[in-house]
Nanobody, 118 residues
Framework: VQLQASGGGLVQPGGSLRLSCAAS????????IGWWRQAPGKEREGVSC????DSESVGGRFTASRDNNAKNMVYLQMDSLKPDDTAVYYC????????????????WGKGTQVTVSS
């Protein structure tokens, strides 16, 4: 049972990236998904929460969504990126609830680095 975030990279301010979170060994279709980030010297913070009841979660510049066909994939679309968005981004999953408290997450993936710089 594994999660893996991917799709990070270097992007200019104002640009966009789409991160992917792939599960192996289980499906994400009925799980609540959290997207998080952690910058050097800072605590991990949540950036998006996608309830198991929803197919999409829109929040400002970040939108989390499920793949309608591949039940083991979710995405995080990030638009209008700023240098302050630079961090390692993680996805997580939980069963049995709709919220995204850090301590309630059952599974965590390895992160992917996002760097916003000109």
């Amino acid at each position: 049972v594994q999660l893996q975030a991917s799709g990070g990279g270097l992007v200019q301010p104002g640009g966009s990236l789409r991160l992917s979170c792939a599960a192996s060994g289980f499906t994400l279709g009925y799980m609540t998904i959290g997207w998080w980030r952690q910058a050097p010297g800072k605590e991990r913070e949540g950036v998006s929460c996608l309830s198991y009841t929803d197919s999409e979660s829109v929040g400002g510049r970040f939108t989390a969504s499920r793949d309608n066909n591949a039940k083991n994939m979710v995405y995080l679309q990030m638009d209008s990126l700023k240098p302050d968005d630079t961090a390692v981004y993680y996805c997580s999953a939980r069963t049995g609830g709709t919220g995204c408290n850090l301590d309630d997450m059952d599974y965590w993936g390895k992160g992917t680095q996002v760097t916003v710089s000109s």
